[in-house]
């Protein structure tokens, strides 16, 4: 395609992706390598309507607004910030493996800052999650096919359902049924006869019934793509295979899943980058004092009273390092493909 | 039926003063007035109350917002400012004040202040930044059903608490006798700052941001929170204020320290179990550790105007916002809020948050650097709530996080 | 695949083994959300009941305060009183134009990326994906200030526009894949015989493309129809769409909320989605029968 014709079609959504991403991320790298300005503060009477006036400290917003205007982005601390506590937590770990009373001590204490707890259950996530839900997907989509025609219609809405749900709502609602009074809750501990088994109460019970929600969540995504590509196998080439004797299992294994092969790289990559950003289950399972993750932590940054933007921005960059990490596979194999395509 | 009765009510109201309205606010010459607030009923009233001072030639607009301490800060920033009006409160100034966004406010209640009350001014430096129209604090909720049954008196401080908390359970009426919003994030870190306050210690060493908790003030506020923990529900670490709320409602705990706003919502009749409205008592926060003040924040709503406006458009905001907060709309409107206007009638629900005020709370502190220090205790507390962290450990992490924020906030 | 032919060479067993998957899935799939639909007519007491789910099903407190086992207080609530309408008809706005605005740019971008083998193209896809993987939340607090500025902050068609760009790495990739199964010889063909590539790409793709674009443009729409992080904080109180609304009902750390105007008015928007969902099913199949791919 002769690049006049190629930049004709792709330009709209180029711009469009440049004005409200590309710039933005790089105001979000730049904004990740400064720190404030040192605050000048002062001590200031302060009376409130109780307990009267009392002294306390105030930003000297006049001398600030000069430094502000000699120096708009603050203080430059080069990857500082990447290095701090918060994040890399360089000097702890160094530390923590200098002097330590072994491996299980080792793990515990980087366990213990907060960029690695995140990143643990962050991984997890990602690498149960995702293999499992397309897994589930592909298995739907595979039985929704079968189906007769009139039942396909509610049987597509129904299984879509868990995607559709506000996952506001959806993880309140679901996070209501797995309580000790809870519909699901109730069952199991009345299954397990055991009626102090809690869900939420327990680290582990509560990372596996994330990962649970995870799956079902995003099985619903994998089915509608997998569905959508069965819709376009040749029909002919499953014919032949019959006609070859091909086994039930056969024609799923060499014409089906090669055909669904591009999707399902597709697939992959969407859902490891969604769930590398696995964010709302944790707020809607109430599950911050046993799971936290990447998203987490960049929206507690930017959520206090207090908001932390060079923090965050570095948690967003390291997310996108992180991504970027993970999807070398699927993009060495969509080089490969492509380069392919070129021959 | 409870809040649609309580709508109908307000605008009823509404229609019955919208005749006077007009002449009431006497609102001169053209303007806008475009008001952000947070997103709840009292201050949906406050909005509604303002805008009927709204002319041919002054328009009133008014955002509720739940984002809205994300929005101010740059919708205040431009010039003109987006919102001439921000309702904030203790926490939420701060950052107003850090970036110089919002007016002093002297010239205006000169003029036109002559409805408010000394105490609603809040004074920086001499200066009225902001003028406060509702107070909030958590206090303690408890059964005396329960507590009779036990044996026990009312709770005055944490120790009486625990105390009482055993005599329930070993009497067996109760196995989680007590609630708290423990749920790490702003809760968590909340309850934190309110024991500590109860101490009488300050958080920062004088005049700068070093952090000053470190200490046996601070330990001892940690292992009352974990103390209390052995009487709660084994999933107190997902409960915040709206979950205990309904554990207590449905009787399954005896005592909780619970926001005041939520008092009209647990002591009407709606949703709760049989008795336990009846036996339901309101009062002041506990003391801690053998002090005398309440271990509890106090907290204050009030409005701000923005700097980067004109200052037509800020005097059309100031008369329009204390229309808004008028003694009549109080008076109509008496169960929405503890109103810190002239003329409030406290109502039952409401004598927790005046007995708390009076018993010598400290107020939530205003601190620039405080916002850094509660979003560290918010992350941080949560291993050793759930018992997998020493108190050493925990103060040790909040100070490495705090530092931290704050050296990237400028102020170490 | 012809369904008439493969069922009857089906077994017996391997069909009842698929029904029974399948059942099991769908009530997996539909129950909470059938427990919601359930639950949205009763109060929060027994909803969200701390006694027994049992609470729920027979409406204790729901009698106690309403007289009857069912009460329609939570969709009055959120309706009337709260107007949710005012969100429904945003989100209208929103989705729609989201939905038609990333497709038309998506088949666009993805047909070129699709039939290009330049190394840009590959490049393209890279950034796109790198783009994609920026959560939102610092996306948009990077937006604030630049739209206070320019006074576009809190209409809709500013969330339109973010909206279609945080979208447009999603479409372009599903899209390019769709493409990419579309034999070349379809198109190239034509243009043998003379059309030029735009005309080729309207006559002969557009014709075969709806199976994938209507599956990207389902998810499209449910991204704009889900889409918490833009809309709550680019959309001031009146143009609020329905998840920040439904949000804004929670109540906050201090204040009471309603849960039950939040159930209500979560079950009634999935009602356009049933209906909508219904509709594309069949735009799906029927991409199929046209005889979009032959090989």
């Known amino acids: 395609m002769p690049h006049k014709t190629f930049f004709a079609f792709i330009l709209p959504s180029l711009v469009a992706m440049v004005l409200f991403i590309a710039l933005p991320i790089v105001s979000v790298v730049v904004q990740s390598f400064h720190v404030e300005h040192g605050r000048i503060l002062v001590e200031v009477e302060n009376c409130q309507p109780f307990g009267g006036c009392t002294k306390e400290t105030r930003v000297d917003t006049a001398a600030m607004a000069e430094l502000q205007a000699a120096q708009p982005m603050g203080q430059f601390n080069g990857f500082g910030t990447y290095l701090n506590r918060s994040h890399l937590a360089v000097d702890e770990i160094g530390a923590i493996l200098s002097d330590n009373t072994g491996f299980g001590n080792i793990v515990a204490r980087i366990y213990n800052l907060p960029f690695y707890k995140a990143l643990a259950f962050t991984l997890v996530f990602c690498f149960v999650v995702t293999p499992l839900a397309m897994a589930l997907g592909f298995a739907i989509a595979l039985a929704v096919n079968a189906l007769p025609k009139v039942s396909k219609g509610p049987v597509i809405f129904f299984s879509l359902l868990p995607m559709i749900i506000t996952p506001l709502v959806g993880s309140l609602i679901l996070y209501w049924m797995i309580q000790a009074n809870g519909i699901i809750g109730a069952t199991l501990q009345n299954l397990f006869n055991d009626p102090t088994l809690s869900l939420r109460a327990s680290p582990v019970l509560t990372w596996a019934s994330l990962l649970f929600y995870g799956v079902w969540t995003n099985a619903p995504f994998s089915f509608v793509v997998f569905y959508a590509g069965l819709q376009t196998v040749p029909g002919d080439t499953l014919e032949s295979a019959m006609i070859d004797g091909a086994s039930r299992w056969e024609r799923i294994r060499y014409v089906i899943i090669p055909h669904l092969a591009p999707l399902a790289t597709f697939v992959a990559l969407v859902q490891l980058m969604d769930n590398f950003r696995v964010f709302e289950p944790i707020v809607g399972f109430s599950a911050e004092a046993n799971a936290t993750s990447l998203s987490w932590l960049i929206f507690n940054d930017l959520s206090g009273d207090a908001q932390l933007f060079g923090s965050a921005g570095a948690t967003s960059v390291l997310t996108i390092a992180g991504v970027i990490v993970l999807l070398m596979p699927v993009l060495i194999r969509t080089w490969r493909e492509f380069n392919h395509k070129v021959v | 039926m409870k809040l649609m009765l309580k709508t109908t009510v307000s605008l009823g109201v509404l229609c019955l003063t919208a005749g006077a309205a007009f002449a009431d606010c006497g609102i001169e010459g053209a303007g806008s007035v475009r008001i952000l607030s947070n997103d709840f009923e009292a201050l949906r009233l406050v909005n509604t109350t303002a805008a009927e001072c709204a002319t041919d030639s002054l328009t009133i607009t008014a955002n509720a917002n739940a984002e809205h301490k994300n929005l101010q800060v740059p919708a205040l920033s431009i010039n003109p400012a987006e919102y001439t009006v921000a309702v904030v409160a203790n926490n939420s100034i701060v950052p107003l004040l850090n970036d110089d966004l919002i007016r002093p406010l002297d010239d205006l209640v000169a003029e036109y202040g002559a409805s408010l009350q000394p105490n609603q001014l809040i004074k920086i430096d001499g200066k009225t930044m902001a003028i406060a129209f509702m107070g909030n604090a958590q206090h303690l909720f408890y059964r005396k059903d329960i507590l009779d049954a036990a044996g026990v008196a009312e709770p005055k401080s944490y120790e009486d608490i625990l105390a009482a908390a055993e005599a329930i359970k070993a009497s067996g009426a109760m196995e989680y006798p007590v609630a708290a919003s423990v749920k790490p994030g702003w809760d968590l870190a909340a309850e934190f700052v309110n024991a500590y306050l109860g101490t009488g210690a300050e958080f920062f060493a004088p005049g700068s941001a070093e952090l000053a908790i470190d200490n046996e003030n601070g330990l001892k506020v940690l292992e009352t929170m974990r103390a209390l923990t052995a009487y709660m529900d084994p999933d107190y670490l997902t409960f915040d204020a709206n979950g205990i709320k309904a554990e207590y409602e449905a009787g399954n705990t005896a005592m909780m320290v619970e926001w005041g706003s939520l008092a009209g919502a647990i002591i009407d009749e709606e949703g709760a179990a049989e008795g336990v409205v009846a036996n339901t008592v309101l009062a002041a926060a506990p003391t801690i550790g053998g002090g005398s003040i309440p271990a509890v924040a106090l907290w204050w709503d009030g409005f701000t105007i923005a700097k980067n406006i004109s200052d037509e458009d800020a005097a059309a905001s100031f008369q329009a916002m204390v229309h808004g907060i008028s003694p009549e709309m109080v008076a109509a409107n008496p169960a929405v809020a503890t109103w810190l206007v002239a003329g409030y009638e406290p109502g039952p629900a409401a004598v927790g948050v005046i007995a708390t005020a009076n018993g010598g709370a400290r107020a939530y502190p205003m601190q620039p650097y405080m916002g850094l220090l509660h979003t560290a205790l918010s992350a941080e507390l949560a291993e050793f709530m759930a018992g997998t962290e020493d108190a050493a450990q925990a103060l040790a992490d909040v100070k490495a996080a705090y530092e931290t924020a704050a050296r990237e906030g400028g102020y170490l | ?295």
Not at chain 3, 101 to 108: C, D, H, K, P, V
Not at chain 3, 151 to 179: K, R
Not at chain 3, 262 to 281: D, N, R
């Open chain 3, 1 to 295: 695949m012809s369904d008439a032919a493969m069922t009857q060479r089906r077994p017996l067993l391997l069909n009842l083994l698929i029904v029974s998957f399948i059942v099991i899935w769908v009530v997996l799939a539909a129950f909470p959300f059938v427990w919601t639909v359930w639950g949205s007519l009763k109060v929060e007491t027994d909803f969200f009941s701390r006694e027994s789910w049992w609470n729920a099903i027979v409406g204790t407190y729901t009698r106690i305060q309403t007289g009857t086992a069912f009460t329609g207080d939570g969709y009055h609530g959120a309706w009337i009183t709260r107007e949710f309408w005012r969100a429904v008809g945003n989100t209208a706005v929103v989705t729609v134009s989201v939905t038609v605005i990333s497709l038309t740019l998506g088949t666009l971008g993805g047909y070129a990326l699709a039939r290009s083998g330049q190394r840009y193209a590959f490049w393209i896809l890279i950034i796109a994906l790198v783009f994609r993987a920026m959560p939102h939340i610092t996306l948009v607090s990077g937006y604030l200030l630049p739209f206070f500025q320019l006074n576009i902050w809190g209409v809709l068609p500013t969330s339109i526009i973010v909206l279609v760009a945080i979208n447009q790495p999603f479409t372009l990739w599903m899209l390019h894949s769709f493409f990419l199964s579309i034999p070349k010889d379809l198109d190239e063909s034509a243009m043998v015989d003379g059309c030029t590539r735009f005309q080729a790409f309207r006559m002969v793709i557009i014709p075969v493309m709806w199976p994938g674009v209507v599956t990207t443009g389902l998810f499209s729409f449910l991204l704009a129809y889900n889409d918490f992080a833009v809309t709550s904080m680019l959309l001031s109180a009146d143009n609020q769409t329905m998840v920040p609304k439904i949000s804004s009902f929670l109540g906050s750390v201090q204040e009471q909320g309603n849960v039950m105007y939040a159930v209500a008015a979560v079950v009634s928007a999935t009602v356009p989605l049933f209906i909508l969902v219904l509709f594309f099913q069949r735009q799906i199949v029927s991409g199929l029968t046209a005889g979009a791919v032959k090989g």
